[in-house]
Each structure stands twice: as structure tokens, then as C-alpha cells.
């Protein structure tokens, strides 16, 4: 298969191998299809609770993580399903934590809004607002401190710019120089709330000159772009220069949970940014430059569709941990 | 882990913060991921003096000064944590961990129950607690209740020097968050403190002075004005006996119940607010035990005042129990006239 080589191919086409685009694309599938099989299965009463669904926004997730390594760490957001598959975690896996399941990352202990994969480096996402900044940048901290090269992502959306956690994590971050990535995922809404109504400056990435680090603002759809703004930022990181902010433009398809009834927006927004879904968009990208044709394309949606219904399968057959053990993991189990 | 008790024959006479600093000194000799994290802790030494020359011994790498920024500073100890380090982080006073309360509650003490024991978070919170010394109502509070609340943290409350020291490396080799309650008014008194490390274990409460007619539980502070006011009642041939309670969750239900059962009388002395307080879940766990029937009088609570600590010196006294309220109150209970 002949690579384009010309100026003016995107920076993912020139940086990846073809494999790895391969493995990009299905890993945004598989997010798409993950969410949609948790969709479905909790309107059929398999998983409870709530959850808060990153359809729309896969592009932000996997071209994120591009370039960590399992020894990288990522803290994650409540809108963390992507992260979490993007970082490398098994959606099987993932179903039984949805499910309750004994065998889930948790053991059933946190579901959808404590998801996590600590072996690939995928810290947690988090139920708090904001809770993840401050952890990441103690994670930068012991990388730094015990002499390792590995960097930290710490994802947030738009509406945890505005809580102190943010602005006291960012500045620690630049004054002692550590090896994290801020991305921010501006999904222009913290749950009804524009963040162009709650946010005093025109774009997040802004927020970082305050703090003394590179600040950039990407198309968050565009798998390329917001690989090369990590690109730079993880460079940056790993030799030691300190913090940068991204900021990713996107936007979530769904409601902000199962409760939300979309009054705060309109039904043109939603089409208008469903029309640049990130998926097909970078589908198409990948088969203008030759990466992969239609019938390739095909089979690695195929391929993700089977990782979903197995995933499912392995979710519903796996058991529930047992009622006696509801004090389990409190604390760590102290040797006999 | 070593958690192996290596007591030097050597004791010295050292203040509760030189103990402290001794604990500090010798973790951080022990074990490279120890960092000491805080408020002015470098060169200032730290508010209270307890960190000192730590700085000059091990650099500014390992003793951190942090911004004054309580809620991201204990969110990056936490973060730390989790991935390798042993932070001890200082709050500057316990009253300024409101402000990290999400870092504390939602975070450390979570992680590791969220993540299904995949992960821990072995941090320790140092906390200057407690009131007398004129510093009014944002300064002096004792908040051990309200993070003794809190499943997946423990609480720890020392009373001597020896302790202090104990208790801090105790804090440092358990795998999971633990909250220190230094009281301030301690910080320079001097008592016998063995060299070399070793542990007071979490969860053990001591029984510092036998009696047979009345029980007080007491912590922090009040375990001296305990023992001093049951030095008094002793010339009455009232033996009260003392319970340094050192850790407020989880609580030596063990010891507590045993004393009650030999006295059949119960005082919780403690200096945070009476209501809702630590003596009030003293006086539950007794009251749902098989020392129920071995009481012979109500249980009596001495708590601090439903008001925050003022500033003038004899409200801030009147606020939080003193050395002839324990008196008076032990000996009612002891006489039988409660």
C-alpha cells in the first residue's frame, strides 16, 4: 500500500504506522460501541445507576493516548469510558464492572464512575469534579521524584476549569516542572451549563498563560490534530520542560446522564455536530491516504462490534461478589 | 515492610514535636519515597517548629515547601500516593484541611475500595489540632469526629512524645491514608522517647494508669488533665483509671469494654464538640456491649462547648474541658451520685 507522502498530509498519517492507525480506529469504534451496548443495556435493567456517555468524543480519547505507554499514567473524568478503553483496558472487563460483576476492574465496587485499569495506567476516572487534577500532578510528582521518564495525562472537561482544584493543580505543576499533560475535553456544556456563559476567558487553553505553560486549542473531531498537539506536549513533558494545557473541541452527542432532557440546547446543535462525527471523519482519512481501503474499514468495525457482544457475554455470565463482602477493599488486608 | 519494633536501649527526654521530627528524620533515612510536603515546612521550619532543619538534613526535594494551596497540595500527596510515594503531608493547622476535604473524603480515603483494592494510597496527613492558645475560632479546632467518620481513613490522636513518634511511624507503615492529630499545647512538652525505630500501633488504646472505681477515656490533652485530676481523686481513695485512647478510629472496643466491666463507670473526656463527638461513639459502643450490664451509673460525656473556640482567654478555657471538670465529674460518678 503506497503512503502518501506529501506536505500536506495529516501529522497521524506521517507519525503512525499503518498498524497503529488500524488500532486507532478500532479503538474509537470500540468506544462508540461500547457506550452504545451500555446504553442499551441499561434500558433493559442489566446495569443500574447512571452513567455519562463520551459518544462524539472518541477522536479526543484515543489520539490522546497515541503515545503513552502502560507505564504513563491517565486520570479520567466521570465521562471516563473512553479514556479507559483508549489507555488500553479490556471491554469485557468493563461490562462486569457496569454490571456489578466480582470479575469487573472494581470488583463491582465503583461501575461507571470510578472505572479504572491501573495495570495500563489508568488511574480512575473520577466522580468529582475536578477531583483528578490535583492527583494527576502527585503523579508527575513521583515520576519526577524517583527518576522515571514517564508522563501523566490528566483529563478534565470544560466545566472543571472553573474549580479550584484546576488552578491550584496547574500551578503546582509549572512551578516544580513536572512531566503532565492538562486536556481538557471543552464539550462546550457542564452538564446545562455553556461554558461560554461560565467560563471568563474565550477558550480554556487560555487559562494557561495564567500558569505559565503552552496553551493550545485543537479540533477535538480531528484524530490528527489533537495527536500532534500530544505530540508536542508529551515531547515536552518527557524532556523534563514541565506542564502544557490542550484544550480539545468536541462535543457529547448524548445528555449529560440518563436524566437529562437536553433542554439547554437545540436540536440543529446536536445534528450540526453529529454531521462531524469523528469516526467517519477519520475513517475517511484513513482511506484518502491509503492507510486502509473500504472492505479493511469494514472488518475493524466488524472486529470491534465482536469485542462488544463478547464483552457483554463474558459481563452477564461472570458472578456478583458475594453480600458478606461489602468491607472488602476498605482497607488493605492485613496478613494472617 | 518492616514493621518489625526495633527499640534502642538508649531513651531520651525529647518534646513531643522533637519526637516527631525524630520520626520524620528517620523515615525519611529509611525510605526514599518518604517526602515531607507542606506549609513553610522548609526553611521556616514549619508553623510549630516540628519539621526544623529537616530541610537542611535531606534538601528541598524530599521537605516540599507547597504553595498555600490545601485542597491541590493534599490532592498531589494523594496523586503521589498512589503511584509510589509516601507523602507526610502537613496541614499548617487541622482547621485548613476544610479545605481539602475533597482530596481527603471523596479521594484518599476511596481509592482504594472504587478501584476494588487494585490501587492504595498510603498517605499520611499531619494535623495541628486542638485550642489554648488564644488563637480564636479558625485556628484551634479538634476535627478527629468528622474524619473518624469516614470508612477507608484512619485517625490517630497522640498524647506523649513517645507516642507522637510512634504513632507517625505506625502512620507511615500502613498501606492506606492515616490522619495524625498533633495537639499544639503538646508540641513542647518533654517525655522519654526510646531511639531508633519503632511502632504504637494503630488501633491499640493504653490503659496509663490502673484503678477500679471509675474508667475515663481521654485523648490527647486530656489524657494529662485525666491523670491529673485522678492523681487528686486518689487522696480521696477514688482510683479512676486512665484510657490514652491514641487512635479514634478504629477504636479499641477491646480495652474500653474491659475497663468498664472491672469499674462499672464511664467518663469520655475529649475536646472536640460534645455533640455527635468521639465520646459519643465511646458511649454507644459501650452501651451496645456486654458492658451494658456491668454499668452501675449513666455514662458522662465531657466534650467541648456547642460554640466555636473564642478568643478571650477565659471563654477559651471554659470552652473545652479542664483538669477540675474531670475531677468533679469522675468523682460524682465514683460516689455514686451522678
Given at each position: 500500500?503506497?503512503r ?23 479503538k ?17 435493567g ?25 507505564a ?23 461490562f ?5 460483576k466480582e ?27 475536578g ?5 494527576a ?20 472537561g470544560d ?21 503532565v ?7 462546550k ?12 476567558v ?12 503552552p496553551?493550545?486549542?485543537?479540533d477535538g473531531?480531528?484524530f ?5 498537539a ?15 494545557l490542550?484544550e480539545?473541541?468536541?462535543y ?9 432532557r ?11 455536530w453529529?454531521s ?6 477519520f475513517?475517511a ?33 461472570s ?5 458478606g463482602?461489602?468491607t472488602k ?5 492485613v496478613?494472617? | ?17 522533637e ?13 526514599p ?5 507542606g ?5 521556616y521550619?514549619g508553623?510549630?517548629?516540628?519539621t ?5 538534613r ?7 515547601d507547597t ?15 498512589l ?26 480515603a ?15 496527613f ?20 468528622w474524619?473518624g467518620h469516614v470508612p477507608?481513613?484512619k485517625v ?8 507522637a513518634?510512634?504513632?507517625?511511624l ?11 492529630f ?7 512538652m ?15 488504646a493504653?490503659?496509663v494508669r490502673?484503678?477500679?472505681h471509675?474508667?475515663?477515656v ?13 492523681a ?22 477491646e480495652?474500653i ?6 469499674t ?5 473526656v ?16 459501650v452501651a451496645e ?28 478555657r ?6 477540675p471538670?474531670?475531677?468533679?465529674v469522675a ?8
Amino acid at each position: 500500500m503506497m503512503r502518501d507522502t506529501q506536505e500536506n498530509t495529516p501529522f497521524a498519517i506521517r507519525q503512525f504506522s499503518p498498524a497503529q492507525l488500524r488500532e486507532a480506529l478500532r479503538k474509537m469504534h470500540l468506544i462508540r460501541l461500547f457506550e452504545e451496548g451500555a446504553e442499551e443495556s441499561y434500558m433493559r435493567g442489566l446495569i443500574h445507576g447512571t452513567m455519562h456517555l463520551s459518544i462524539g468524543q472518541e477522536a479526543s480519547a484515543v489520539a490522546t493516548c497515541m503515545e503513552l505507554t502502560d507505564a504513563d499514567k491517565i486520570t479520567s473524568t466521570h465521562r471516563g469510558h473512553g479514556h479507559c478503553i483508549a489507555k488500553g483496558a479490556d471491554v469485557g472487563r468493563m461490562f462486569a464492572e457496569f454490571f456489578g460483576k466480582e470479575t469487573g476492574y472494581c470488583h463491582g465496587r465503583g461501575g461507571s464512575m470510578h472505572i479504572a485499569d491501573v495495570k495500563t495506567g489508568n488511574l480512575g476516572a473520577n466522580g468529582i469534579v475536578g477531583g483528578g487534577l490535583p492527583i494527576a500532578v502527585g503523579a508527575a510528582l513521583t515520576a519526577k521524584r524517583l527518576g522515571r521518564d514517564d508522563v501523566t495525562v490528566c483529563f478534565f472537561g470544560d466545566g472543571a476549569n472553573n474549580e479550584g482544584a484546576f488552578h491550584e493543580a496547574l500551578n503546582m505543576a509549572a512551578i516544580w516542572k513536572l512531566p503532565v499533560i492538562f486536556v481538557c475535553e471543552n464539550n462546550k456544556y457542564g452538564m446545562s451549563t455553556a461554558a461560554a456563559y461560565a467560563t471568563a476567558v474565550p477558550n480554556i487553553a487560555d487559562r494557561a498563560v495564567a500558569y505559565s505553560m503552552p496553551g493550545v486549542t485543537v479540533d477535538g473531531n480531528d484524530f490528527s490534530a489533537v495527536a500532534e498537539a500530544l505530540h508536542d506536549a508529551i515531547a515536552r513533558a518527557r524532556a523534563g520542560e514541565g506542564p502544557s494545557l490542550v484544550e480539545n473541541l468536541t462535543y457529547r452527542w448524548r445528555g449529560h446522564s440518563k436524566s437529562d432532557r437536553n433542554r439547554y440546547r437545540t436540536k440543529d446543535e446536536i445534528e450540526e455536530w453529529m454531521s462531524r462525527d469523528p469516526i467517519a471523519r477519520f475513517r475517511a482519512e484513513l482511506i484518502a491516504h491509503g492507510v486502509l481501503d473500504e472492505a479493511e474499514a469494514d472488518a475493524v468495525e466488524a472486529e470491534a462490534q465482536a469485542a462488544v457482544a463478547a464483552g457483554i457475554d463474558f459481563a452477564r455470565q461472570s458472578p456478583a461478589p458475594g453480600i458478606g463482602d461489602v468491607t472488602k477493599f476498605v482497607h488493605a488486608e492485613v496478613a494472617a | 515492610m518492616n514493621a518489625q519494633v526495633q527499640i534502642d536501649a538508649q531513651v531520651r527526654e525529647l518534646s513531643y514535636a522533637e519526637a516527631i521530627r525524630e520520626a520524620m528524620a528517620i523515615a525519611l533515612e529509611r525510605d526514599p519515597a518518604v517526602v515531607l510536603m507542606g506549609e513553610d515546612i522548609g526553611t521556616y521550619g514549619g508553623a510549630f517548629q516540628v519539621t526544623g532543619d529537616l530541610i537542611d538534613r535531606f534538601g528541598p526535594d524530599r521537605v516540599m515547601d507547597t504553595p498555600i494551596s490545601e485542597l491541590g497540595g493534599a490532592g498531589v500527596a494523594v496523586g503521589a500516593a498512589l503511584t509510589g510515594l509516601k507523602p507526610i503531608f502537613e496541614f499548617q493547622f487541622s482547621d485548613f484541611a476544610a479545605l481539602a476535604m475533597e482530596q481527603i473524603v471523596n479521594q484518599a480515603a476511596k481509592l482504594r475500595y472504587m478501584l476494588g483494592g487494585e490501587a492504595e494510597v498510603p498517605v499520611v496527613f499531619r494535623m495541628p489540632s486542638g485550642s489554648g492558645t488564644g488563637a480564636a475560632a479558625q485556628h484551634s479546632q479538634s476535627f478527629e469526629a468528622w474524619f473518624g467518620h469516614v470508612p477507608g481513613l484512619k485517625v490517630v490522636q497522640p498524647s506523649t512524645p513517645a507516642e507522637a513518634k510512634g504513632l507517625l511511624l505506625a502512620a507511615l507503615a500502613d498501606p492506606d491514608p492515616v490522619i495524625v492529630f498533633e495537639h499544639k499545647l503538646l508540641y513542647k512538652m518533654k517525655g522519654p522517647v526510646p531511639a531508633g525505630h519503632y511502632i504504637t500501633p494503630i488501633g491499640k488504646a493504653a490503659v496509663v494508669r490502673p484503678g477500679q472505681h471509675v474508667t475515663i477515656v481521654a485523648s490527647a490533652i486530656m489524657v494529662h488533665r485525666a491523670l491529673e485530676a485522678a492523681a487528686k481523686l486518689a487522696r480521696e481513695g477514688i482510683e479512676a483509671e486512665v484510657i490514652d485512647l491514641r487512635t479514634v478510629r478504629p477504636l479499641d472496643r477491646e480495652t474500653i469494654i474491659a475497663s468498664v466491666k472491672k469499674t462499672g463507670k464511664l467518663l469520655c473526656v475529649y475536646e472536640g464538640v460534645k455533640t455527635l463527638g468521639v465520646g459519643a461513639e465511646i458511649s454507644a459502643l459501650v452501651a451496645e456491649s456486654e458492658a451494658f450490664d456491668y454499668l452501675d451509673a449513666p455514662i458522662q460525656r465531657l466534650g467541648g462547648a456547642e460554640a466555636p473556640i473564642p478568643y478571650n482567654p477565659d471563654l477559651e478555657r471554659a470552652a473545652v474541658p479542664q483538669m477540675p471538670d474531670i475531677e468533679r465529674v469522675a468523682r460524682q460518678l465514683a460516689k455514686g451520685e451522678v
